[in-house]
């Protein structure tokens, strides 16, 4: 199986600071990543698709960049919605893996 | 608009059996794959598997192959995900998600295993 790691796991940020979140593949995966938002209690939503496109409604303070095994999301001006856990998940080879998540926190 | 909407809560004992639900609706429900994610209360995202419902053709992980079985009905477009002798261990929420990169997902079914 490809292995999914995020860093960091979790991090402290304040309202407008532009946050980055780094997701590592263990094998290359192309761009066949994709991110994820999770509230609590709540689905999971679609941020980005094939690594660096936007999910249709998703505001463009979200982006995504990076190719083979080394990923980044990107929120530009964290807004207090923002909030929340964030998954990556590769869909390159079965089984499909998600990465353990980076919990959004607010400083 | 895409929807899917999953079955209700359920509460069950070690060793019954369950099959839970997810309804497509608003797109061409046969022709995108939906995949079925667990969450362990307090725990991640697990992928668990995925079905084609044009043909059924469907991949699971290795961790949940011969734990579960997924399937589908397309006369109604629904996915299915069924266990034959649930465990304490298979507490937890379980989302349907469409497509392989997940563009939509169900809200969930919390499934609660308990003597």
């Known amino acids: 199986d490809i292995q999914m790691t995020q860093s960091p796991s979790s991090l402290s940020a304040s309202v407008g600071d532009r946050v980055t979140i780094t997701c590592r593949a263990s094998?290359?995966?192309?761009?066949?990543l994709a991110w994820f938002q999770q509230k609590p209690g709540k689905a999971p939503q679609s941020l980005i698709y094939?690594?660096?496109s936007l999910q249709s409604g998703v505001p463009s303070k979200f982006s995504g960049s990076g190719s083979g095994t080394d990923f980044t999301l990107t929120i530009s001006s964290l807004q207090p919605e923002d909030f929340a856990t964030y998954y990556c998940?590769?869909?390159?080879?079965?089984?499909?893996?998600f990465g353990p998540g980076t919990k959004v926190e607010i400083k | 608009e895409v929807q899917l909407v999953q079955s209700g809560a359920e509460v069950k004992k070690p060793g019954e059996s369950l099959k839970i639900s997810c309804r497509g609706s608003?797109?061409?429900?046969?022709?995108?794959?939906i995949a079925w994610v667990r969450q362990m209360p307090g725990k991640g995202l697990e992928w668990m598997g995925i079905?084609?419902?044009?043909?059924?053709?469907?991949r699971y992980s290795p961790s949940f192959q011969g734990q579960v079985t997924i399937s589908v009905d397309k006369s109604t477009s629904t996915a299915y995900l069924q266990w034959s002798s649930l465990k304490a261990s298979d507490t937890a929420m379980y989302y349907c998600?469409?497509?392989?990169?997940?563009?939509?997902w169900g809200q969930g079914t919390l499934v609660t295993v308990s003597s």
């Open positions: 998600a469409r497509r392989s990169d997940g563009d939509y």
């Open positions: 608003g797109y061409s429900f046969s022709t995108y794959w």
């Open positions: 079905i084609f419902p044009a043909d059924s053709d469907t």
């Open positions: 094998q290359g995966i192309s761009n066949y």
């Open positions: 094939a690594a660096s």
């Open positions: 998940q590769q869909y390159n080879t079965y089984p499909f893996t």
